[in-house]
């Protein structure tokens, strides 16, 4: 009775693993007026993976990505277990830019998350952590907020000698912000991944407190929007 029963079960059991098997398709597009995104890494993986949990510290993977736009780390840290499809824009993610369509053959993983530097912040970042994949064909649309990696006081002073190795922002993409600001701030009270309060910026390109440009590099969220095609 007991072998007719585990025989019965195991084609249930086939029939389940199969269901999570699904090829998807990934698109990206960049919602900001003046922010662009680093190399976007889309990872399918089981349901107790993630790339960042809000109200958690930030791992020192995703440390690296919010503060330079570093994947490598966060791709080296789930390898074995997680199918990743890094880089999908081929570079930065321009403002109100979309990345090309990529396929995803999500194996046995069940869940999809997201994650990109924002540029130009200290350690933000667009984040989607754990959205499971439907099983129902069709189309669906997911909004993504900019997150806080905690990681980084929010000074807004753009590090030209160092482009970000040890504190401030890498860099302006579109080669406008400023230099020479005194920053916004000198403490993060906040050292857990959260909510982007956004960049506060200022209108001098040589002086105030901060060097990015009030005009051009503020945001409210969603920052994101992702379509996925679930085949």
Do not use: C
Not at 61 to 78: C, D, F, K, R, V
């Amino acid at each position: 009775m007991k072998t007719k029963h585990l025989l019965s079960i195991l084609p249930l059991s086939l029939a389940s693993a199969m269901a999570f098997s699904q090829s998807i398709d990934v698109q990206v597009t960049n919602l900001t007026h003046g922010m662009h995104f680093t190399p976007v890494l889309v990872s399918a993986h089981n349901s107790s993976t993630h790339l960042f949990s809000a109200g958690q510290a930030a791992s020192t993977a995703l440390q690296a990505m919010a503060e330079g736009g570093n994947t490598a780390p966060l791709i080296a840290a789930s390898a074995d277990t997680v199918v990743n499809a890094n880089n999908i824009a081929a570079g930065l993610l321009a403002p109100s830019a979309s990345s090309p369509v990529t396929a995803i053959e999500t194996g046995d993983n069940t869940h999809l998350s997201i994650v990109a530097m924002m540029l130009p912040t200290n350690d933000g970042f667009i984040g989607l952590d754990g959205w499971k994949v439907p099983a129902e064909a069709g189309s669906y649309t997911i909004y993504l907020n900019g997150y806080d990696a905690g990681t980084e006081v929010n000074d807004e002073i753009i590090d030209t000698v160092n482009g970000g190795a040890e504190d401030g922002i890498p860099g302006a993409p579109g080669m406008d912000a400023g230099t020479g600001a005194s920053g916004v701030t000198d403490m993060e009270s906040n050292q857990t991944v959260h909510i982007h309060r956004g960049n506060a910026g200022d209108t001098s390109l040589t002086a105030g407190i901060s060097d990015v440009d009030s005009r051009i590099h503020r945001w409210l969220n969603p920052v994101a929007k992702v379509v996925v095609t679930v085949k």
